[in-house]
């Protein structure tokens, strides 16, 4: 009987132990279905699903005529999933065979469909879900590959997976890079791209992507399931007509004289737009944009501070115009130390208003140490030049302005000597960046009202103005009216009658100042003397519209004088500028602008016969012609200078249409019954179809160039 009842004891415990472990696990059941049953169920999707962040499209930066300066293009990966359960067998065999066809032809034709049909299938024994059929894919090849077999029945069923991805890029290549600047990962920002990366960047989103194996992911959906917004666009004042005029006179200036580097900026007399800003220097054999000196380099101005100078004297009433001074020839002694005119000339006495037409420095610097400096009143010119504002940065939006430099009156640590004020009335001991410069230039065109220079108009988002930038006024009135009229006689007597003289066009007054600044006078031990050539200025003299300031520096060859090497570029940016007002007439090119380094004929263009003549008639060129011309090609001519000659353009063949503008190119193809596709921007340099071959194809592919 005992024994029986430890036997059932034994029995009860073992049953209650086994009761109490199955209410445990089904404990546990209930609270991981319903108490932790969210957590676990997303521990579970994390496994296989994610999020990741995804960044909408960075907006535009666009010129003033509405051109995109820097843009994002968009391309793709473009992958397979050769493993999807929608995809069968028997539908996967059925038309791997077109598949590969299709790859071969458009996609991949360094090899043969059969191997590549060979490599579909062996990817999809592996269990291949992320496979790569094209890298880096256009839009219109993404859309291509769309259409294809298997790949046309989409995600789910065809396996195709779109990987969409973007790149940064300048339609107008080096034209107002630096300025434009870099939207960089592993670097900071710079010009526009660094200032308003607030606007231009696209919002953050989310992106649902699930594990297919390993570590590739694959979007749940095509492309994504909900696109972030992109970002603003920015409109900034540049106008490409003007930058590509700019670009290319200071390019071939710099060529022309075997520079080290130039500068060129175009500003908008009455608002301070800046319409054109070109920063070249030679890094491997290429004129590039690899630093903003425009706004970055502070340099020393030269001759270009004599009107600051002048304005003082004229300011306090010292001196009158037409006053006459001693020039000795272009030499004097001052502190002991012999001043020198940089053009010898056999100037002795003369008025102030020649001395400073001819640019003498001998004339200003006997003013200044005159009046100020042996009078005691050197604070006085300073305080002048502060309250021309050239003392401070103007402003411009983009980071990188350097500090102008202008010692304080008598500090003697800052290098204050006897010599100081009589050196900086010509442009030494101080320094100030071009675009300073160009400011102060701007406010005595606009007759003694200076505009903040600025770069950005508008933000816009989706086509609607978001912010508006407008002009802002530094300084209502630096100098009074008679000193502001004063010094415009001077600046049009500059390119009528002294240094820039050889610029003059009467069809277009122009008004200015010529510097030459020597830069290593320091070196004693220097080989050679290095040289600054500078103008600055503005057109029309007579109803400004717009200030330019040109600087080139260390030119190499035929000559370093402001007025032979950065005056005439002036005068063709000026000439070429106006030519393309919609208000004005086409301006003849000046001699100085013909003849020098700064202008070429357009050889080797190919077009519209009277197209040509009208254009080259506008700039008084009268070239040689052969007869009954329809299109003609520009060669070069002993007699004229430029011939115009016949040029065959058949549509029975294959039209040759390299060197034709776009316009020409695209009307004569199509007359020919072609479909045309363009690539790049400029002339066009290249055809895909030979020309003179069959009209088999009916699609011709352009490579345009600048």
């Known amino acids: 009987m005992k024994a029986r009842r430890v036997l059932l004891v034994r029995v009860y415990l073992v049953a209650g132990g086994f009761l109490l472990f199955a209410l445990a696990i089904l404990f546990q059941l209930f609270k991981i279905a319903f108490i932790e049953g969210d957590h676990w169920r997303g521990q579970s999707e994390r496994l296989y699903l994610d999020k990741i962040e995804q960044v909408g499209e960075r907006g535009d930066i666009l010129s003033a005529n509405g051109f995109p300066l ?255 001074i001693n020039l000795n020839n272009g030499q004097t002694r001052i502190c002991n130390r012999t001043v020198r005119d940089s053009e010898p000339h056999e100037f002795e006495l003369t008025t102030i208003r020649n001395s400073l037409e001819i640019s003498s420095n001998v004339g200003i610097a006997q003013l200044v140490d005159e009046k100020y400096r042996s009078a005691g009143k050197e604070k006085q010119f300073i305080d002048h030049l502060r309250r021309f504002d050239l003392d401070k940065q103007t402003g411009i939006e983009i980071p990188g302005e350097a500090f102008p430099y202008i010692k304080e009156a008598g500090n003697r640590s800052e290098g204050w000597s006897c010599l100081s004020l009589p050196w900086m009335s010509f442009g030494y001991e101080l320094s100030m960046t071009p675009l300073q410069l160009l400011t102060f230039y701007n406010g005595i065109a606009n007759n003694g009202r200076m505009m903040k220079p600025f770069l950005v108009k508008e933000i816009q988002r989706n086509g609607r103005t978001e912010r508006r930038f407008r002009p802002e006024v530094i300084n209502s009135r630096f100098a009074s009216p008679k000193t502001i009229a004063d010094v415009k006689e001077v600046l049009l007597g500059v390119v009528e009658n002294g240094t820039g003289r050889r610029i003059y066009n009467v069809d277009l007054p122009m008004a200015g100042k010529t510097g030459t600044t020597q830069l290593n006078y320091v070196d004693r031990n220097r080989a050679r003397t290095s040289y600054q050539s500078s103008f600055v200025g503005y057109f029309p003299a007579d109803n400004p519209k717009y200030s330019a300031i040109i600087l080139v520096s260390e030119p190499n060859r035929y000559g370093f004088y402001g007025g032979t090497v950065a005056a005439p570029v002036f005068a063709e940016i000026a000439e070429r500028v106006m030519g393309i007002q919609p208000d004005r007439e086409p301006v003849a090119f000046s001699p100085a602008a013909l003849n020098s380094g700064s202008f070429t004929y357009p050889f080797w263009q190919v077009g519209y016969a009277n197209d040509f003549r009208f254009l080259l008639n506008s700039f008084n060129i009268i070239p040689a012609e052969e007869e009954n011309l329809q299109y003609t090609i520009l060669m070069p001519c002993d007699e004229a200078g430029m011939r115009m000659r016949h040029r065959t353009v058949s549509s029975a063949v294959v039209p040759n249409v390299v060197g034709m503008a776009a316009r020409d190119a695209i009307y004569v193809l199509e007359n020919a019954g072609l479909n045309v596709r363009m690539r790049g921007y400029g002339r066009v340099v290249g055809q895909s179809l030979p020309p003179g071959s069959n009209l088999n194809s009916k699609n011709i592919e352009l490579m345009l160039d600048i």
């Open 70 to 324: 820097a843009t994002s293009v968009s391309f793709f990966d473009i992958r397979m999933d050769l493993n999807t359960q929608a995809m069968t067998n028997q539908l996967f065999n059925a038309h791997v065979d077109s598949l590969a066809w299709y790859l071969a032809k458009y996609i991949d034709p360094s090899r043969s469909p059969l191997q590549i049909k060979n490599h579909l299938i062996e990817r999809r024994r592996a269990g291949d879900r992320y496979l790569l059929l094209k890298r880096n894919a256009t839009f219109e090849e993404m859309n291509l590959m769309r259409t294809f077999p298997i790949l046309r029945w989409g995600k789910y069923r065809g396996g195709l997976i779109v990987e969409r991805k973007s790149r940064r890029v300048k339609p107008f290549n080096s034209l107002a890079s630096r300025t434009i600047g870099l939207d960089r990962d592993n670097a900071a920002n710079v010009g526009i791209e660094a200032t308003f990366d607030q606007y231009l960047q696209g919002e953050s989103g989310e992106r649902l992507v699930k594990r297919v194996s390993g570590s590739n992911w694959v979007p749940v959906d095509d492309l994504a399931s909900a696109l972030p917004e992109s970002g603003a666009d920015v409109i900034t004042t540049i106008n490409t007509d003007i930058q590509d005029i700019v670009h290319h006179s200071l390019t071939r200036a710099l060529d022309h004289h075997q520079a080290k580097y130039g500068v060129a900026i175009v500003m908008e007399v009455a608002t301070g737009e800046i319409v054109a800003i070109s920063n070249l220097e030679r890094v491997g054999g290429s004129w590039v944009e690899s630093f903003n000196h425009a706004i970055g380099t502070a340099i020393e101005p030269g001759s270009l501070f004599k009107i600051p100078s002048i304005m003082a004297l004229l300011e306090d009433g010292y001196i009158d115009l037409d006053d006459e």
